[in-house]
C-alpha cells in the first residue's frame, strides 16, 4: 500500500470539458499529496483521451474499463468511484474510519440548512469504498458501477461490510443552536449514556433482514438490546435473528400493523429512548453514535437522518433530504419532516404525549410527529444515515396502502384536518390536543429467541 489516503476513479465523461472541470477538483487532492487520480475510460477511447489531457493533468492516469477493480495499480487502502454523470466533490478521506470492509455514500453537501419539507436530489450513484471490497463487487457482465449496483453487489454476495455517514451539509454551514429539554417537561434531554433499545417491527421481509440486523449490530456506539416484532407471519424469522445471539425475536399473536407492534414494545419496556428501523432497511455503522451526540447538543427528543433511498429509479440510489430544524419546519408545514423508521426517540417524548396512533395500520409516523413537535424538540441530523429501500409489496408502495392510494389519501386528510385545528389552537394562545386519533391496546408478544427482552430497563 502507497502512503496516500485513496484513489480516485472518475468516469470518463462524453464532454472533455467536463472532464476537465472534474478532473480540476481533484487534482487539488493529488497536488496536496492526498490521493492518485485515475479516469477510466473505454478501451477505443485509452490512447486518444491521452493526447486531449493538457500538461496540467499529465499526472493523471488512464484506466480501461476492463477489469479496472481488479487492477494492481488500485493499491491505496480507499478508492473513490465517480460516475460520469456526477460532478466532483471533496473526499474527505477522513471520514473513513479504520479497518476494512467499509462502504460510504459520496454525496456532495448540497443540502441547505433551512431545507424545508422532504427534497429529492438524484442521483446519488458516487462512493468510497476499501480497495480490498472491489474484487466483489463487479464482474465482465458490470456496466454500472455506480452506488446502486454496489449495493446490490454486495447484498448478492451477503458480504458482512459496513456503512459510514456521509455529511449532507456542507463544514461551514451552521447547525440548529444547542437547546435543553422541552419546557416543562421533568425528563431531562437524551445523553450518549442513555439506555436505547433498537426496534425492528417484521413482517415477510426475510430477504433483508440479515442485513438489516448486521447494521444494527455494527453500530459504533451499540444499542443496550435489539428487538426484532413480528407481527403474526405464518413463520417468524427465528433462524435468520438466531444468526445474531444479542438480537431478541418476539411474535405478535395478532396482526396489528407496525405502530402496535412498536408500542407495545414500549409500554412494556423502560428504556430511555428507541432506535427505530424497518426490517427491509439498513443503517450506517456510526447512526447511533450521531444521533445520540446531536440529541445531547440540541435537547431534541426526536432524532432523524438524512436518508439514500435505493431502487429510485430502479438500480439506483437518491439522495433525500430533510430539514435539520425539524421543529421550526413543523411551524411552516403540515408534512413529514423526519424519516421516521430512521429516528431515535425518546421515551418520555413518546409517553407525553399518548404513544402512537396504534390503531393506524400506515401512517402513523406523520400523526405522531404532527403532535410530537408541540411537545418537544424535532431536528434531523446532518447526515446520510439510513438506507431506504424501495420495493414492490411494502406499506408505501403497495395499492391498497401507498403513497398515492386513495385509504392514505383519506387518513391523511383527517391527519390534516387535527393538524389545523391543533394549529388555530396554538395560535389563539390554547393548548392543543395531543392525544392520538386512534389507539389500540398493546398485543401480546411471545419470546421466540434470545436474550430476555427485561420489561424494566431502566
Known amino acids: 500500500m502507497t502512503g496516500l489516503a485513496g484513489t480516485v476513479v472518475l468516469e470518463a465523461d462524453a464532454s472533455f470539458d467536463r472532464l476537465a472541470r472534474k478532473l480540476d477538483g481533484a487534482m487539488i487532492g493529488f497536488r496536496a499529496g492526498r490521493h492518485r487520480v485515475t479516469v477510466l475510460c473505454p478501451p477505443i477511447r485509452e490512447a486518444g483521451l491521452r493526447e486531449q489531457l493538457p500538461e496540467r493533468f499529465a499526472a493523471v492516469e488512464i484506466m480501461a474499463r476492463a477489469g479496472w477493480w481488479t487492477s494492481p495499480r488500485l493499491d491505496t487502502r480507499l478508492v473513490a468511484f465517480l460516475p460520469a454523470a456526477m460532478g466532483y466533490s471533496w473526499t474527505r478521506w477522513e471520514l473513513m474510519p479504520e479497518g476494512d470492509g467499509l462502504v460510504r455514500p459520496w454525496v456532495p453537501p448540497l443540502i441547505p440548512v433551512n431545507v424545508a419539507g422532504p427534497m429529492v436530489l438524484e442521483p446519488a450513484t458516487a462512493w468510497i469504498a476499501t480497495t480490498g471490497l472491489l474484487r466483489h463487487l463487479f464482474d465482465d457482465t458490470t456496466r454500472d458501477f455506480g452506488l446502486g449496483g454496489v449495493i446490490e453487489g454486495l447484498a448478492r454476495r451477503r458480504l458482512p461490510v459496513g456503512y459510514v455517514a456521509s455529511p449532507s451539509v456542507a463544514p461551514e454551514e451552521g447547525l440548529p443552536p444547542p437547546g435543553t429539554a422541552a419546557p416543562g417537561t421533568a425528563a431531562p434531554p437524551l445523553r450518549r449514556d442513555s439506555r436505547v433499545l433498537a426496534i425492528v417491527p417484521h413482517h415477510r421481509c426475510e430477504p433483508w433482514l440479515e442485513q438489516c440486523l448486521r447494521s444494527l449490530t455494527r453500530q459504533t456506539r451499540p444499542p443496550e438490546a435489539i428487538v426484532v416484532v413480528d407481527d403474526a407471519s405464518p413463520e417468524p424469522p427465528r433462524d435468520i435473528v438466531a444468526r445474531f445471539p444479542a438480537v431478541t425475536l418476539l411474535r405478535a399473536r395478532e396482526n396489528g400493523g407496525p405502530y402496535r407492534l412498536v408500542q407495545s414494545v414500549i409500554d412494556g419496556t423502560g428504556f430511555d429512548a428507541y432506535m427505530l428501523q424497518d426490517a427491509d432497511d439498513w443503517s450506517t455503522d456510526d447512526r447511533l453514535a450521531l444521533q445520540l451526540a446531536e440529541a445531547e447538543r440540541t435537547g431534541a427528543e426526536l432524532v432523524g437522518t438524512q436518508e439514500i433511498q435505493v431502487g429510485r429509479p430502479p438500480g439506483g440510489a437518491s439522495a433525500v433530504c430533510y430539514p435539520l430544524d425539524a421543529s421550526g419546519s413543523f411551524r411552516r408545514h403540515h408534512d413529514c419532516q423526519v424519516l421516521h423508521p430512521s429516528s431515535l426517540v425518546s421515551r418520555d417524548l413518546v409517553q407525553r404525549i399518548g404513544g402512537y ?80 386519533l386512534k389507539r389500540a391496546g398493546s398485543v401480546a408478544l411471545d419470546h421466540v429467541t434470545g436474550p430476555p427482552l427485561r420489561i424494566d430497563a431502566r
Open 357 to 436: 396512533s396504534s390503531g393506524c395500520r400506515f401512517g402513523a409516523d406523520l400523526e405522531f410527529q404532527l403532535r410530537a413537535h408541540y411537545a418537544a424538540r424535532i431536528v434531523n441530523i446532518g447526515s446520510f444515515c439510513y438506507f431506504r429501500r424501495r420495493r414492490e409489496g411494502s406499506l408505501w408502495t403497495s395499492p391498497e396502502t401507498g403513497e398515492r392510494s386513495t385509504s392514505r389519501y383519506e387518513q391523511d386528510q383527517l391527519f390534516m384536518l387535527r393538524a389545523k385545528e391543533n394549529s388555530d389552537r396554538f395560535a389563539a394562545g390554547l393548548s392543543p390536543d395531543l392525544s392520538p
